[in-house]
């Protein structure tokens, strides 16, 4: 018999085990930062700071969700003034708690939520001719889409509103919103900005080295022309005063040497000039090709970029 009750009670314990250990389990470290905000929220409500315990509520909720931290948010906000913000929060609490089953703090939530709805400010923002990729905020938070142009509850207050799209001027308007009053801001219809003007076209700049080669070039190969021709004037006297290389007379030969010289010399000049002159003139001519051949392509791009 006393063995029977040995093993009942073995049994008993075995299958009691998983449940003690799970019951002594160790909360998740998300649920025990929320529950350490939450109080410290409820302290700073002791000691006066509203806001700063509004937010450490707003975090526990964030962490895990519950009806009573919703409650106790609801009551922060109304406390600030934050009509609007009290309202959603209570509105929460009733959808938690009737999932939750938490019948009666899902009453008390509906019932401050009806108290409080008769005195919500309502904001309507009235979008004219919405341009594609239209962007809005309210107080710098996005506005959805499904809710412009429908009066939407807000806390009292200025409602700064920001529009934007792309391709147009952004447009900025504020308006006050009253507990228990509606307000109704316009959009207007945004200005398209101007397409950018292309680049204007790179300024001509004249290069007067080409032209300076070319005139250098020029007066050298004239100069050689020149020289040419005297020389070939004085191998014309030569010849006809000494025929054949014959001279009538030794002063005559003496003369006729002379011009010999200087038939040689504006040989020699004319030569040099013909040729440096030639070589001038076609570095001038080149350059001038060059640089025409460099607006063009220049001129082209740019008509190309603007087409």
Known sequence: MTRRWLAALTTILVLLAPATARAQASPPPAKIQAEAFFNDARGLLDKGDVAGACDLFSKSQGLDPAVGTLLNLGSCYERLGRTASAWAAYQQAVSLANVQNQTQRAAIAKADAARLE?????????????????????????????????????????????????????????????????????????????????????????????????????????????????????????????????????????????????????????????????????????????DTGVTSAKTRSIRSFTF
């Open 118 to 290: 008769p005195r919500l400010a309502r904001l309507t923002i009235v979008v004219e001719s919405p341009p594609p990729g239209l962007a809005v905020t309210r107080n710098g938070e996005v506005v959805d889409a499904n809710v412009l142009d429908r009066a939407v509850p807000v806390d009292a207050g200025p409602q700064r509103v920001h529009a934007s799209a792309p391709e147009h001027e952004p447009w900025d308007g504020t308006v006050n919103a009253s507990d228990g009053a509606e307000a109704t801001i316009k959009v207007p219809r945004l200005v398209k900005l101007e397409p950018a003007k292309p680049p204007p076209p790179p300024e001509k700049r004249t290069s007067y080295l080409p032209l300076g080669l070319e005139i250098g070039g020029g007066a050298l190969l004239a100069g050689g022309l020149v020289f040419g021709g005297l020389s070939f004037s004085k191998w014309s006297d030569v010849e006809d005063r000494c025929p054949g290389a014959t001279c009538a007379s030794e002063d005559i030969r003496r003369d006729t040497n002379a011009d010999v010289g200087s038939a040689r010399t504006f040989a020699m000049v004319s030569t040099i000039g013909i040729a440096v002159g030639a070589v001038v003139l076609g570095a001038g001519i080149v350059l001038h090709l060059l």
